[in-house]
C-alpha cells in the first residue's frame, strides 16, 4: 500500500515553495522521495532550498518572476534540466490585492490575475508539452482557493483568479487524461499564512467568524496540504481527475 504513496525517483516543480502552504507541500513531496525544484520571487528562494538539502532532501531554487512571460518560460526549462526530466508541477504562487469592489484598481486587478491565472497556465501548457514529448505520464497540480466557491469581500481579483484556475484545470483533464496526464485541484480553506495576516489578527472581528464555522476549530497550516498533494502527486490518485479537493477542517460543511 505505501508503494501507492511513494514519490522516489520523480521530479517535480513547486511554485512559491519558500513559505507558507507551497514550502509545506514541498518539504511533503520531498519527504515522499521526490527531487523538488522550487520557485520563489527572491533570492530568499536559495536559502530555503539550502535549509531543505540540509535536511537530507534534494532540493534546488530558482528565483524567477512569474509575472514574465519571458522569465518564467526560462525558469521552467532551467528547472526540467537540473532535474533531469519532469513528473510532477504544482502551481501554489500567487499574490493578494485588497480593496472595495468598487474602488479596485485596474492594475492591482492585472497584476493579480496575470500571477494567479495566467502564469499556472503557461506552466501547466508547458508541464504538459513536456509530458507529451517523452510520452510519459504526468502530475499538476493547481491550487486554487474557497473562493472557487464564493466571492470573499474586497478580494474580487484574488476570487476571479481561483475561480478561473478551477475551471482551467477542469478543461485540461479533457483533453489530457486521455493521453496519461492528470490535473487537479486543491481548495485550501482558511490557512494561517502570511497572505492571510489581516484576518488572523485576533482583533480582526471577521478571525471569531471564521474560525467558529471551522468544524476542526483551528485554522489550516502548510503541514494539513502534505496529504493532498502526495495523493495528487502519486500513483494512488491516477484516476482522479479534473477534481476539486477542499482542504478546509470542514468549513464548506458546516
Not at 526549462?77 to 490585492?97: F, H
Not at 508547458?126 to 474557497?146: L, Q, R, T, Y
Request: with cysteine; proline share 3%; charged share 20%.
Amino acid at each position: 500500500m505505501t508503494n501507492l504513496f511513494d514519490l522516489t525517483g520523480k521530479k517535480a516543480i513547486v511554485t512559491g515553495g519558500t513559505r507558507g502552504l507551497g514550502h509545506g507541500m514541498a518539504e511533503g513531496l520531498m519527504e515522499a522521495g521526490a527531487e523538488v525544484v522550487i520557485f520563489g520571487s527572491n533570492e530568499k528562494v536559495y536559502t530555503v532550498a539550502e535549509a531543505f538539502c540540509q535536511k537530507g532532501f534534494s532540493c534546488i531554487g530558482i528565483a524567477v518572476d512569474l509575472s514574465d512571460c519571458d522569465s518564467r518560460r526560462m525558469a521552467f526549462l532551467k528547472a526540467v534540466e537540473l532535474l533531469g526530466g519532469l513528473d510532477i508541477l504544482v502551481n501554489c504562487a500567487g499574490i493578494q490585492r485588497r480593496h472595495k469592489s468598487e474602488e479596485f484598481p485596474l492594475a492591482d486587478w492585472q497584476d493579480v490575475l496575470n500571477v494567479n491565472l495566467t502564469a499556472p497556465f503557461e506552466l501547466c501548457q508547458m508541464a504538459a508539452k513536456e509530458f507529451m514529448a517523452h510520452g510519459k505520464k504526468g502530475k499538476i497540480i493547481n491550487i486554487s482557493s474557497m473562493l472557487a466557491f464564493f466571492g470573499g469581500f474586497t478580494v474580487p481579483a484574488y476570487a476571479a483568479s481561483k475561480g478561473g484556475v478551477t475551471q482551467m484545470t477542469k478543461a485540461f483533464c479533457n483533453e489530457w487524461a486521455g493521453k496519461g496526464i492528470n490535473v487537479n485541484c486543491i481548495a485550501p480553506g482558511y490557512m494561517d499564512t502570511e497572505m492571510n495576516a489581516a484576518l488572523t489578527d485576533p482583533a480582526n472581528p471577521r478571525y471569531a467568524e471564521i474560525t467558529d464555522r471551522i468544524p476542526a476549530h483551528r485554522w489550516g497550516t502548510g503541514e494539513d496540504m502534505k496529504g493532498a498533494v502526495i495523493f495528487l502527486a502519486s500513483a494512488a490518485s491516477d484516476y482522479l481527475n479534473g477534481a476539486l479537493i477542499p482542504v478546509d477542517g470542514g468549513y464548506l460543511v458546516k
